[in-house]
């Protein structure tokens, strides 16, 4: 009988971990809450509404051979094997992977929880798809004129970029508290984005904190009013210790053995977001959908070895590089020791995430993946999972 593996979550580290379970013949399970693979790296380009909402997301069981339980797991007992999930039911497994990702972690500005939107699920992206059409559009109903983004990370910058260029008519700014927008990227890329940033009309405000966020814009720490809707585009926490509480954390995330095994608990494996991943030299890797596909992979294999007796696998993560994509038909990109921030290579950006993109929808789902999922092509595919995203888009 084939190995019976229990994966939670169906994004980036799951759907990784999944396909590597199935290649060495096991029974995979996924739960997740709506069974849908989302494509984070597109969230910025449809709230922009450059790309349709049914680019957002796929089922997870239209791309792989698993089942897929709409719900979300609520308890881990690792003693029964047994996961309890909110509808009150419960799952066996022989093995079991955790990957259910990372949450938006506001900081408590006055406000923000309240009024903010955010950009970390495909409802948020959906919200501000809706805004931003509304603020592009002649009636604003009184409403706010502009769009205010808090975050100069990775989505933050993004996000700003790619509905500059594409709702050119919507005034964006984007406030980051740090000195410098993409503080973990080296100058290049920094000065690239930067300069895509300021061609396109987005207004960037370096040193700035924000104090009070309210239904028509924010203030400032320094009294300044600007008026605007507010989406954050910030950190992250991870999820895995809420259904593993006694479990040791780094920054939030569950410490994880050189296997990825969860520590003290034999046959449970973490991945992704909501695992504390190392590279070989011992430096703390990002929370990102590369990081998170190749530990899944890693995850799904020593998942079913340890359940078959058999050796377990080291996870050896690189990261290899950095792709932003800003909308326009430039961004800036880093791969390697080799940078792509400088007119004209700042075109060649779009290709390159698309490929990564596609590359992604090959592994999991072949030519079929691609055929369906490639971008813009959801739409065509009669599948409930997809019918609300293409109902609002
Ligand atoms: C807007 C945006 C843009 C991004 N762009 C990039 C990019 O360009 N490049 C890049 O490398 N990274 C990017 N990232 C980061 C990347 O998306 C994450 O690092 C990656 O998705 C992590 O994969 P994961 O599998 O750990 O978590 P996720 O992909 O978040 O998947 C977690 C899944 O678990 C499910 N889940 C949560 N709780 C439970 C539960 N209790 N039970 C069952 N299921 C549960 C969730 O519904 C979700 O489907 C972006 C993120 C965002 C938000």
Redesign the pocket.
């Known amino acids: 009988m084939s190995t019976s593996v229990v994966i939670?979550?169906?994004?980036?580290?799951?759907?990784?971990a999944a396909r590597r379970a199935l290649a060495q013949g096991a029974t995979v399970t996924?739960?997740?809450?709506?069974g849908?693979?989302?494509f984070?790296?597109?969230?910025?380009a449809v709230?922009a509404g450059r790309a349709p909402v049914g680019d957002l997301a796929a089922p997870l069981d239209g791309l792989l051979d698993v089942e897929v339980v709409a719900?979300?797991?609520?308890a881990i007992d690792p003693d029964e094997r047994t996961?309890t999930?909110?509808s009150g039911s419960t799952l066996r497994y022989e093995a079991l992977v955790v990957?259910?990702?990372?949450?938006?972690a506001a900081p408590p500005v006055e406000g923000l929880a309240a009024h903010g939107h955010g950009?970390?699920?495909v409802e948020d992206?959906v919200a501000v798809r809706e805004l931003v059409r509304r603020l592009a559009g002649p009636d604003t109903d009184g409403g706010p004129l502009g769009l205010i983004v808090i975050g100069g990370g990775?989505?933050g910058v993004?996000?700003a970029a790619e509905i500059a260029h594409h709702r050119p008519t919507v005034p964006v700014t984007l406030v980051e508290q740090q000195p410098r927008l993409l503080p973990t990227e080296p100058g290049p890329l920094r000065r690239g984005a930067r300069r895509i940033l300021r061609a396109a009309g987005v207004e960037v405000l370096l040193g700035r904190a924000v104090a009070r966020v309210d239904a028509d814009g924010l203030e400032l720490a320094d009294g300044t009013w600007l008026d605007g809707v507010v989406v954050w585009?910030g950190g992250?926490r991870?999820?895995g210790s809420?259904?593993l509480p006694d479990v040791p954390t780094e920054n939030g995330r569950l410490r994880v053995g050189p296997d990825l095994t969860v520590r003290g608990l034999d046959g449970v494996f973490a991945?992704?977001?909501?695992?504390a991943h190392h590279d070989p030299f011992g430096g703390e890797l990002?929370?990102?959908?590369?990081?998170?596909?190749q530990?899944?992979e890693v995850a799904g294999h020593n998942a079913v070895a340890w359940a078959a007796g058999r050796h377990h696998r080291r996870a050896l993560l690189l990261e290899l590089g950095?792709?932003?994509?800003l909308g326009g038909g430039v961004g800036v990109a880093r791969v390697g020791p080799v940078r792509l921030a400088r007119r004209p290579l700042d075109r060649l950006v779009p290709a390159l995430?698309l490929a990564?993109d596609l590359r992604h929808l090959w592994q999991l789902g072949g030519v079929t993946g691609v055929l369906r999922h490639g971008p813009g092509r959801a739409q065509t595919v009669a599948r409930d999972g997809v019918r609300h995203l293409r109902a609002v888009g």
């Open positions: 939670l979550g169906a994004g980036y580290a799951g759907a990784h996924v739960v997740d809450p709506d849908h693979h989302a984070t790296p597109r969230f910025a709230a719900d979300l797991a609520v996961v999930l909110g990957t259910t990702g990372a949450d938006a950009l970390a699920s992206t990775a989505t993004q996000l585009a992250w991870a999820r809420a259904l991945a992704g977001d909501t695992a990002p929370m990102s959908a590369q990081i998170a596909a530990a899944g950095r792709v932003l994509d995430h990564i």
